[in-house]
């Protein structure tokens, strides 16, 4: 009767496991569902290192994570990361309204101008575009930021996280 009691148990351990290894696959081998919609689809958290280039001086800057938000089907709203030391110190920027295209894994963020006022009190202000292909969100972008005399240029290459699974 032991014996039969472990064999259950190791059933239903077995069962639990691959319930829980199917759930968090996110691999869907469905081809018959539709597309998501283009905004749906590159929404995520994308974490990489991100190049700033200012008056031709380069510097690049690890673990940089950027969060997209999907507004509608076709928009998504883009937090740029703060970075730096003060007094040279950049906030988190939130650019919003920018519209995407696209099908079957291949995504473009239509180049748009931006501004607004940091939480400083500062006005700041730029373009933006990029594309999202084989799971990876590439951004270029310019900031006019405050009274800082010229424009910086950032360029962000980094592949879209995978959402963790949840324990059972």
């Given at each position: 009767?032991?014996?039969?009691?472990?064999?259950f148990a190791t059933m239903i351990?077995?069962?639990?496991?691959?319930?829980?290894?199917?759930?968090?696959?996110?691999?869907?081998?469905?081809?018959?569902?539709?597309?998501?919609?283009?905004?749906?689809?590159?929404?995520?958290t994308y974490s990489g290192n991100?190049?700033?280039?200012?008056?031709?001086?380069?510097?690049?800057?690890?673990?940089?994570?950027?969060?997209?938000?999907?507004?509608d089907d076709a928009t998504v709203?883009?937090?740029?990361?703060?970075?730096?030391?003060?007094?040279?110190?950049?906030?988190?920027?939130?650019?919003?309204?920018?519209?995407?295209?696209?099908?079957?894994?291949?995504?473009?963020?239509?180049?748009?101008?931006?501004?607004?006022?940091?939480?400083?009190?500062?006005?700041?202000?730029?373009?933006?575009?990029?594309?999202?292909?084989?799971?990876?969100?590439?951004?270029?972008?310019?900031?006019?930021?405050?009274?800082?005399?010229?424009?910086?240029?950032?360029?962000?290459?980094?592949?879209?996280?995978?959402?963790?699974?949840?324990?059972?």
């Amino acid at each position: 009767m032991k014996k039969l009691k472990n064999i259950f148990a190791t059933m239903i351990l077995s069962m639990a496991l691959a319930a829980s290894i199917t759930s968090c696959s996110g691999d869907d081998d469905n081809n018959n569902e539709p597309d998501e919609p283009a905004a749906q689809s590159i929404a995520g958290t994308y974490s990489g290192n991100m190049t700033c280039t200012v008056m031709g001086s380069e510097e690049e800057y690890e673990n940089m994570s950027y969060v997209i938000t999907a507004t509608d089907d076709a928009t998504v709203s883009i937090i740029l990361p703060g970075f730096g030391t003060p007094p040279m110190q950049l906030p988190d920027m939130t650019v919003t309204g920018l519209k995407v295209s696209g099908k079957d894994g291949v995504y473009t963020i239509a180049a748009t101008e931006f501004s607004g006022t940091s939480g400083q009190g500062k006005v700041y202000s730029g373009a933006i575009k990029g594309s999202f292909e084989n799971n990876t969100l590439t951004l270029d972008y310019s900031l006019q930021y405050g009274a800082m005399p010229m424009s910086m240029y950032f360029s962000f290459s980094a592949p879209k996280e995978q959402p963790r699974c949840q324990e059972v």
